[in-house]
């Protein structure tokens, strides 16, 4: 999804836990059963949950559908990435 000015805005749909849509992805990091990590236009994006597999993506579009249980939702601060330059873990998880 584009903003006027051009630039991919970042929107996430949640479907009762069950299922989400997210737009404005630039990149996944990581994914497995439990965990999903992706950089979006407003920062890193943490995942949690069980069962969790990554339907339709496409970075093209900076779209991704994840099914599964979603436990939690945690951003990392995009400002406080670009200053640090730790890696993406250290900067979810510090």
Do not use: P
Not at 22 to 44: P, Y
Not at 70 to 78: F, M, R, V, W
Request: no cysteine; net charge neutral.
């Amino acid at each position: 999804i584009m903003s006027e000015t051009g630039v991919k805005e970042h929107k996430m749909l949640v479907a009762g836990r069950k299922s989400a849509q997210i737009f404005g992805v630039n990149d996944v990091k990581s994914f497995d059963s439990a965990l999903v990590i992706l950089s979006t236009e407003q920062g890193g994006l943490l995942i949690k949950g069980e069962n969790l597999h990554v339907g339709k993506l496409s970075l093209e579009k900076g779209e991704i559908d994840i099914d599964g249980r979603i436990d939690a939702l945690q951003y990392s601060d995009k400002t406080s990435v670009a200053k640090r330059g730790e890696s993406l873990l250290a900067r979810l998880f510090g």
